[in-house]
């Protein structure tokens, strides 16, 4: 399913998430710039490195020339592919907008990044001897999700729905297709724990922790910025 739309507009122009949309795709034009062995060095420095937050690298890996915690923010500005950043500034256009305009430019910018961190560190906690560099937007936007979700349930989202060779389009209210999409994260993040594995976004993994993470503190920390303050 890929949502397409919602029928809440905003009341107020959304510059933060404007920005952080341009941002994004900026920084992505960049790594295109760079070679393999360039965007690697990059992705070693700005994206989040379990084992270097854990300090439990091998060595040969560990150095860092910005402080490890800082990566909890840069490396949600990364992201590994088209189809990786498409897909996230799809769902922050679509459901970053209203929640902007809730909570107000400023507080909407810090609930996102603590969003953000907070998926970060639940990817964190599930794989800290990880070498492999998670990074993405994807934590970020799932805690946008979660203040989406409480926020307005019965929004209806426009949906396509691809069945069998064939793709039409329905409207689900929000409360149904996000709590599929956190339902659907949450089951492959018990899945990942029965797997020798290392999830990340790099070689084609997802960091489903970070999803549910950020979708849970998302919807614990909204209320607190102010979500249902205005009518």
């Known amino acids: 399913m890929v949502p397409l739309r919602d029928n ?19 920084i992505f034009i960049y790594q295109l710039t760079l070679t393999p062995e360039q965007l690697q060095g990059f992705f ?21 020339l910005i402080p490890e915690w800082l990566t909890l923010i840069t490396s949600q500005f990364l992201h590994g592919g088209f189809l990786h950043l498409g897909g996230n500034m799809l769902f922050l256009s679509i459901f970053g907008n209203n929640i902007e305009d809730q909570l107000g ?10 969003c953000g961190i907070l998926a970060g560190l639940s990817q964190w906690f599930f794989s800290q001897n990880s070498t492999i560099p998670s990074l993405g937007a994807s934590g ?7 203040a989406y979700i409480l926020r307005f349930p019965r929004a209806q ?3 396509l729905l691809p069945i069998g060779f064939f793709v039409t389009t329905v409207r689900l209210p929000a409360f149904l297709f ?13 899945a990942s724990l029965q797997v020798r594995s290392n999830i990340g976004m790099e070689s084609g993994g997802i960091a489903y922790w ?5 979708f849970v503190f998302g919807a614990i920390l909204a209320p607190l910025f102010g979500l249902y303050k205005r009518p």
């Open 157 to 159: 989202i426009l949906t």
């Open 140 to 146: 970020a936007i799932a805690g946008v999700l979660g």
């Open 8 to 26: 809440n507009p905003t009341r107020i122009t959304p510059y933060i998430n404007y920005g952080l949309i341009i941002t994004n795709i900026i």
């Open 210 to 214: 970070a999803h549910a993470g950020g």
């Open 178 to 190: 996000l709590g599929f999409w956190f339902f659907q994260q949450s089951f492959y993040s018990v």
């Open 105 to 114: 430019h400023v507080k909407y910018l810090i609930f996102y990044l603590t």
């Open 44 to 64: 070693r420095v700005a994206a989040l490195v379990p084992c270097q937050l854990s300090t439990t690298c091998p060595v040969g890996i560990d150095s860092q």
